[in-house]
């Protein structure tokens, strides 16, 4: 491959949360590993590769002018997001007028649910549910309704549309927040499913968040299809959220960016975001952005998710192999997998939290899935070498999955 992903990067003491705050904060951070053992991140939804070249050298070539004052978001800015989501996504006529800058996938989301709802007022979210989802909206005030996804005979998640009809219904729900890619079940979802969900908001008058910060994470051949370009009533439905963020490791920057098509919707969440004066871009995100969707950038994101592919793959297979009775969906998306241990720790006598303590003392520092809706859940990360993955599935095996 041209770009590196099998060097084993030292992140201690360069502001890492996945390595430096382990043992730091109960409850949120694993633990820390015992002595004997180093440790594996694979719990923050961080990446454990270094970025695309052309990321830091655009930071570096724009430090490199010392002067940092005001500045007014450029034109290149805004050509290298169409230009992208043209590329990436096949997205024909968006423009700079429809795109939005934003201090986080998150906090676009709550600009939009202040922008659309009242405290108290419900809105609809698939479960398992990405936990900054329901921290954000139950700190706004908002209460929250689960429609849970399914999974079928295949083990594929599913959405279960008449639940979600009757909940809105139920509910006089008029606002929900959608995930797609899924996190934390990386399911990538098929244009016919899209077209069925929007339908359901369609009918119950029902306008739509969409985070899709995972949009470019995608494995083995999988493609996404942008909420936004399913139909024009979903055009104008949805705000539709993004950032270089998940797909860059560029979270510690800060930027993301709304698309939004319809005027009044786009009018009124601009309006929100603005109330605050805090909801401002930096100038070296800007620049990070230019870099991170640059050309070399698409040919950096095409070596990434081949490496993710082979990760996952070796992953779910040794899994299934040696731990038959912990359950998971494969995932089409993201570098999460998600695993459900309930009939492992009922035909072992062990509790979940045994479970997660001992992935974490052997240094396989993966995370809580409760949080997550997932009753018995592990989240793991596997955006690391593949000689880590390896070294975690073994040390799994021979400390944790035990017979």
Not at 96 to 103: F, R, S, T
Request: hydrophobic content about 35%; some cysteine; glycine content about 6%.
């Amino acid at each position: 491959m041209k770009y590196d992903f099998t060097s084993i990067m030292d992140r201690r003491g360069k502001d890492a949360m996945a390595v430096d705050s382990l043992g730091s904060a109960p409850g949120f951070a694993p633990s820390r590993p015992k002595d004997e053992f180093d440790s594996i991140p694979m719990w923050v939804a961080d990446m454990n590769f270094p970025t695309v070249p052309a990321i830091p050298q655009a930071i570096i070539d724009r430090a490199s002018h010392p002067a940092y004052g005001y500045f007014r978001t450029s034109d290149e800015y805004y050509n290298a997001i169409i230009n992208w989501h043209e590329t990436r996504n096949g997205v024909k006529g968006l423009t700079a007028k429809e795109i939005g800058y934003e201090n986080g996938v998150l906090g676009g989301v709550m600009s939009a649910v202040e922008a659309l709802s009242s405290p108290g007022d419900r809105i609809l979210l698939h479960s398992p549910t990405y936990i900054g989802f329901t921290g954000s909206l139950e700190n706004g005030g908002r209460r929250i309704v689960l429609s849970p996804l399914k999974q079928d005979e295949n083990g594929i998640w599913r959405m279960d549309y008449e639940d979600m009809d009757a909940k809105l219904k139920a509910n006089k729900i008029h606002l929900a927040v959608f995930c797609s890619p899924h996190n934390p079940c990386g399911r990538v979802w098929e244009r016919e499913e899209l077209e069925k969900a929007m339908e359901v908001y369609r009918a119950n008058d029902c306008i739509v968040i969409a985070d899709e910060i995972w949009s470019d994470i995608l494995l083995d051949g999988h493609r996404h299809i942008p909420t936004q370009s399913v139909n024009e009533d979903a055009k104008n439905r949805t705000i539709a959220l993004y950032a270089p963020s998940k797909t860059f490791n560029l979270a510690g920057l800060i930027g993301s960016y709304h698309i939004i098509y319809n005027p009044y919707l786009r009018d009124r969440v601009v309006a929100q975001s603005s109330k605050c004066h805090y909801n401002s871009m930096n100038v070296l995100s800007m620049h990070a952005l230019i870099g991170a969707y640059s050309q070399e950038g698409q040919e950096w994101v095409d070596e990434l998710c081949e490496v993710l592919s082979k990760n996952l793959r070796y992953a779910c297979d040794f899994m299934e192999e040696n731990f038959p009775r912990v359950h998971f969906a494969r995932p089409e998306g993201t570098y999460m997998l998600f695993l459900d241990c309930s009939e492992w720790c009922d035909a072992h006598g062990k509790t979940h939290e045994e479970v997660l303590q001992a992935g974490w003392d052997v240094g396989v520092t993966w995370q809580n899935g409760r949080p997550f809706h997932g009753p018995c859940a592990i989240r793991m990360n596997f955006a690391v070498p593949f000689s880590r993955v390896q070294e975690a599935m073994e040390r799994l095996k021979k400390y944790v999955f035990t017979d």
